[in-house]
Nanobody
Framework: QVQLVESGGGLVHAGGSLRLSCVAS????????MGWYRQSPGKERDLVAT???????NYADSVKGRFTISRDNTKNAVYLQMNSLKPEDTAVYYC????????????WGQGTQVTVSS
C-alpha cells in the first residue's frame, strides 16, 4: 500500500499563486507516475497534471502555461505550482499515484482545498 498526504491548499485572490505538495510513503517501489486531479462541487474529478518517474509531464488544457508539476524522487514527493489562478480553479485537489504492478492509478490522497476569490 501507498499513502499520499497533500498540503499547501488555501484561499488566494485571482491572479495569485499556490504550491501544493504531496508526499508518498509505504510501498514506494510500486509507484511509477504521480499526478494531481481536482474536483469541484457537483462535477467529475478531472485530471490536472501527471508526471512519470522519468519526468515526462502531461497537463489539462485548462491549466497549460499556468501550472507546473514536478517531483523529487529522493523525497517521494510531487508538487504542483499554480500561478495566475482563476476562480474556476477552485476545487479540492487530490494527489494520486500509479501502481506499476497493477497498471492503474490506485492510490489517492485525502485532498486539499484550493479556493480562488474573484
Amino acid at each position: 500500500q501507498v499513502q499520499l498526504v497533500e498540503s499547501g491548499g488555501g484561499l488566494v485572490h485571482a491572479g495569485g499563486s499556490l504550491r501544493l505538495s504531496c508526499v508518498a510513503s509505504g510501498s514506494i517501489f510500486s509507484v511509477n507516475a504521480m499526478g494531481w486531479y481536482r474536483q469541484s462541487p457537483g462535477k467529475e474529478r478531472d485530471l490536472v497534471a501527471t508526471i512519470t518517474s522519468g519526468g515526462t509531464t502531461n497537463y489539462a488544457d485548462s491549466v497549460k502555461g499556468r501550472f507546473t508539476i514536478s517531483r523529487d524522487n529522493t523525497k517521494n514527493a510531487v508538487y504542483l505550482q499554480m500561478n495566475s489562478l482563476k476562480p474556476e480553479d477552485t476545487a479540492v485537489y487530490y494527489c494520486n499515484a500509479y501502481d506499476r504492478f497493477r497498471a492503474r492509478w490506485d492510490y489517492w490522497g485525502q485532498g486539499t482545498q484550493v479556493t480562488v476569490s474573484s
